[in-house]
């Protein structure tokens, strides 16, 4: 069971490229999250879906596209990099049962220079 | 409204000692309230969750104090350990916000042997 997986692990773009973090999950989770986290800060929530075929922005969304085609899969699109895109992204994904509980992948380092 | 603050951003505490770290909220629509426990290039994982039903929670070492009428919620790590050593989050999140989690700021927590 390999819970929540990200890819890539690290990433450099130049200013104004493109890119998609991959994020799946194994675990049939119906909603999945997007964070980004910046140094010494909390985590911030960019996109959430509550099933396939469903989106909402978050705390944070402009920069950045979803979509929600499977249950497994939530990709993260960064159109127009900017420096300020420079952070740590997490995936995340829970059940819709009551318990809330977050599983959290490892992370992509993303920097925009 | 939505707006968990956290404090201490960071802490130092001698092996075997008591950690504290507190977190305050506005939203009272807020019911459940976990801590997340990050190791460097991590992601986060839960580590303890109460709901406002209660007033503490304890899971071997870790310890959730829940005030309802304050508005505020801590954690205690007994007995600190060095391996405790990581960065602390609480967050919050209401039942009608798609279980959608705002996150304190952290706290970086550093147990000295």
């Not at chain 2, 104090?65 to 999140?93: E, R, V, W």
Request: proline residues 6%; glycine residues 10%.
């Amino acid at each position: 069971n390999a819970g929540v997986t990200q890819t890539p692990k690290f990433r450099i773009l130049k200013i104004g490229q493109s890119m998609t973090l991959q994020c799946t999950q194994d675990m049939n989770h119906n909603y999945m999250y997007w964070y980004r986290q910046d140094p010494g800060m909390g985590l911030k929530l960019i996109y959430y879906s509550v099933g396939a075929g469903i989106t909402d922005k978050g705390e944070v969304p402009n920069g950045y596209n979803v979509s929600r085609s499977t249950t497994e899969d939530f990709p993260l699109r960064l159109e127009l990099a900017a420096p300020s895109q420079t952070s740590v992204y997490f995936c995340a994904s829970s059940s819709s049962g009551p318990s809330y509980e977050q599983y959290f992948g490892p992370g992509t380092r993303l920097t925009v220079t | 409204q939505q707006q968990v603050k956290q404090s201490p951003q960071s802490l130092i505490v001698q092996k075997g000692g008591i950690s504290i770290i507190n977190c305050a909220y506005e939203n009272t629509a807020f019911d459940y309230f976990p801590w997340y426990q990050q190791f460097p290039g991590k992601g986060p994982a839960l580590l303890i969750a109460i709901r406002p039903d209660v007033s503490e929670k304890k899971e071997g070492r870790f310890t959730i104090s829940f005030n309802k009428s304050a508005k505020q919620f801590s954690l205690h790590i007994m007995d600190s350990q060095p391996g405790d050593s990581a960065t602390y989050f609480c967050a919050a999140s209401a039942n009608n916000a798609g279980n959608m989690l705002t996150f304190g700021g952290g706290t970086r927590l550093m147990v000295k042997p």
